[in-house]
């Protein structure tokens, strides 16, 4: 497929973006919780069940061959996406926090003991500080936080005052999921390897808007979600590199994982096997394949123009508005606006804007501890994807313009 | 004193007026701005129920056989809700509380906010004000 944006014909490509919502069009902001997905990744997962549906890796009959052929196939379409050197890097699972939850469980008993320290930040999502903070007190390491700079920005020298040869993961957000802020990752993953440790990257928001190259990165872990990047629910990927995964032990037992098993003693599969115990998300493989299909077809720097745009236009316009803060102010960032109105509770905003047909959320986006900082219990967010156009961000403006009168 | 079904049919009386979502939600904007609910001693942890979205308090006291509640929200939609819930069952008996069918919130289109998958503490709140009523009903 030749690499192509054309935003009305892009809108077609997705069934919900023409439904109703309280009687007006709607209007969905709200994709860093979730996108929705085109009519190639539903037909995916359609066709998977009514032609191909079979248990992989293990039926010598075609429906089985079949569908492990489609599986792997997945794989390797996501090895392209995040440009891995192997597909037996890639690994299925259910999504970024299972992810990080493998992570946190097989390196943390490989190479974490009392004393060592994690190192992550004070932007994180829930699912990228517990499973760490669960993982110190089962071995006494010591969980560290690197501050943030009141525009949202990572703070760099508090990244460098605490790195250290202690240090043995850095676990990091590629995107800041409640506002939007891009991490320098790529140096920061330099700095991490000069001091011998780790890093993972938590590329859930990363991933729906521009492309990664976990090489380049030299990421030592990257994991994303195949329902942010118009992929079903249920399936993400966990990217590792070869010699980690393969020093790691095993995650979970079960079949499939395993090379030969007595009850005296059991050895373990291979890459990618070793981590997939019992039958994966065949048709979350199946259907993600097509979605990441569907980004690959993609222009990426048209793509990214266009989330810029919008980006831009709904925060020039948000700026207009009597009593609006945007939250998260740094340079860099994806297309997610975070913003508080004043005197008004987030839930009295969001509840405004659905009742005219606009999605975003509202709440503290599982990011307790930046909420915390910022003092506010909460923010509205609204976060665009590729299919939004500058019709939504417009009606987006009014309706909050709406809220904002009604509230005040 | 008006019964609980008697109070519901008001203010389904008085919702039909509305034919503009934003003069609903203007009005319940209203009604949240001024009710002062409840009482700044209450406002504590002990009478809190945590929603994901917005919080709730609530307190409950029972006068001449009669059970009186105050409630508060840190979101104004919510404490609009609040307000005509607290309308509906506040001075009534125990038993007319634990047994009353809230149809009202169907009627006048606000189940969206009391649906058990919505987090913003009004779920809790209503079977909170339930069980205050029925284990006073039954003790």
């Not at chain 1, 096997?273 to 065949?282: L, M, R």
């Not at chain 2, 009669?66 to 409630?71: Q, V």
């Not at chain 2, 008996?93 to 969206?112: H, K």
Request: aromatic content about 8%; hydrophobic content about 40%.
């Amino acid at each position: 497929m030749s690499a192509r944006f054309d935003i009305d014909a892009i809108r077609l490509d997705f069934p919900i973006l023409h439904r109703e919502v309280n009687g007006r069009p709607l209007v969905y902001l709200d994709n860093g919780a979730t996108t929705q997905k085109p009519t190639t990744v539903i037909d995916a997962i359609d066709g998977y069940y009514r032609r191909q549906n079979s248990n992989v890796h293990r039926g010598v009959h075609t429906l089985s061959q079949e569908a492990t052929t489609l599986f792997e196939q997945a794989r390797e379409q996501a090895r392209q996406f995040l440009g891995a050197a192997h597909a037996h890097e890639v690994l299925f699972t259910k999504g970024t926090t299972d992810s990080i939850n493998l992570v946190a469980s097989a390196f943390g008993q490989q190479f974490i003991k009392a004393g060592d320290e994690i190192l992550i930040s004070a932007m994180e999502h829930h699912a990228n500080i517990v499973p760490w903070q669960m993982l110190c007190e089962r071995t006494g390491a010591v969980l560290k936080v690197i501050d943030i700079t009141p525009n949202g920005a990572l703070d760099m020298a508090s990244f460098g005052s605490l790195l250290n040869k202690k240090t043995k993961l850095l676990a990091i957000s590629h995107v800041s999921n409640a506002l939007g802020i891009i991490n320098p990752v790529a140096e920061m993953i330099k700095q991490a390897h000069t001091m011998g440790a780790k890093v993972l990257v938590d590329g859930a928001q990363a991933a729906p808007h521009f492309a990664v190259d976990v090489q380049a990165l030299d990421a030592d872990f990257y994991t994303f979600s195949g329902h942010k990047v118009f992929g079903p629910t249920g399936i993400g990927i966990l990217y590792g590199k070869e010699a980690l995964l393969n020093a790691m032990p095993p995650y979970q037992g079960g079949g499939n994982m395993i090379s030969k098993v007595t009850f005296a003693k059991t050895t373990y599969n291979e890459l990618p096997h070793k981590f997939e115990p019992g039958t994966p998300n065949i048709a979350g493989g199946v259907g993600l394949s097509a979605a990441l299909k569907y980004m690959q077809g993609l222009d990426s720097a048209t793509l990214q123009a266009h989330e810029h745009t919008l980006l831009k236009t709904a925060t020039e316009g948000l700026e207009q508005i009597a009593g609006i803060n945007i939250i998260g102010t740094a340079p860099d960032k994806a297309s997610v606006i975070s913003f508080l109105l004043d005197g008004a509770h987030p839930f009295d905003v969001g509840t405004l804007l659905d009742q005219q047909g606009i999605a975003v959320r509202t709440g503290h986006h599982c990011c307790q501890p930046l909420m915390d900082y910022y003092q506010t219990p909460g923010t509205v967010r609204a976060s665009f994807s590729l299919y939004n156009n500058v019709a939504d961000v417009q009606a987006f403006l009014v309706a909050t313009q709406r809220a904002a009168d009604m509230l005040s | 004193m008006a019964t609980i079904n008697q109070i519901q049919d008001e203010i389904i009386e008085e919702f039909s007026f509305f034919d503009q979502w934003m003069d609903k939600y203007e009005y319940m904007i209203d009604l949240g701005k001024k009710l002062p609910l409840i009482d700044s001693a209450y406002k504590t942890d002990g009478h809190l129920i945590p929603g994901c979205q917005s919080q709730v308090w609530l307190h409950a006291e029972s006068k001449d056989g009669l059970i009186h509640f105050s409630a508060d929200s840190d979101a104004i939609i919510t404490k609009g809700i609040i307000a005509l819930l607290v309308r509906v069952l506040s001075g009534q008996s125990a038993q007319a509380i634990s047994e009353a069918d809230l149809y009202f919130i169907e009627e006048i289109g606000l189940s969206q906010h009391l649906s058990p998958t919505r987090s913003n503490g009004l779920v809790s709140m209503v079977q909170q004000m339930k069980q205050i009523g029925f284990s006073l009903a039954s003790s």
